[in-house]
Nanobody, 124 residues
Framework: QMQLAESGGGLVQAGGSLRLSCAVS????????MGWFRQAPGKEREFVAA????????YYADSVQGRFTCSRDNAKNTLSLQMNSLNPGDTAVYYC?????????????????WGQGTQVTVSS
């Protein structure tokens, strides 16, 4: 089993920034591609960002491209999401996920392990 624990969520004003972290344990972190997803109230969970096992490849949803940066530290078993220029449309519960392969995935069903989520609320 792999355990994932998100942190760093909170309340921020529009235009502000937050940095989410995901601490991973239980498996060899560097063997897994990782992703971030989010779910707003009344909406389906959606893809936000993904990163390959080495961090050499990243992919972002159009809605966050240029504002969010996904990174990982394989020595510390940590995944991060730097979120800048936040707007109310970014309000959601954010989840980190692990994919049992080294390469990027963009679909929910491609991921094998999930964290419990952290709430991000952006006020206008």
């Amino acid at each position: 089993q792999m355990q994932l624990a998100e942190s760093g969520g909170g309340l921020v004003q529009a235009g502000g920034s937050l940095r989410l972290s995901c601490a991973v344990s239980g498996r060899t972190f560097s063997s897994y591609a990782m992703g971030w997803f989010r779910q707003a109230p009344g909406k389906e969970r959606e893809f936000v960002a993904a990163i390959s096992w080495s961090g050499g490849s990243t992919y972002y949803a159009d809605s966050v491209q240029g504002r969010f940066t996904c990174s990982r530290d394989n020595a510390k078993n940590t995944l991060s999401l730097q979120m800048n220029s936040l707007n109310p449309g970014d309000t959601a519960v954010y989840y980190c996920a692990a994919r049992r392969t080294r390469y990027i995935g963009r679909n929910l069903n491609e991921y094998d392990y999930w964290g419990q989520g952290t709430q991000v609320t952006v006020s206008s």
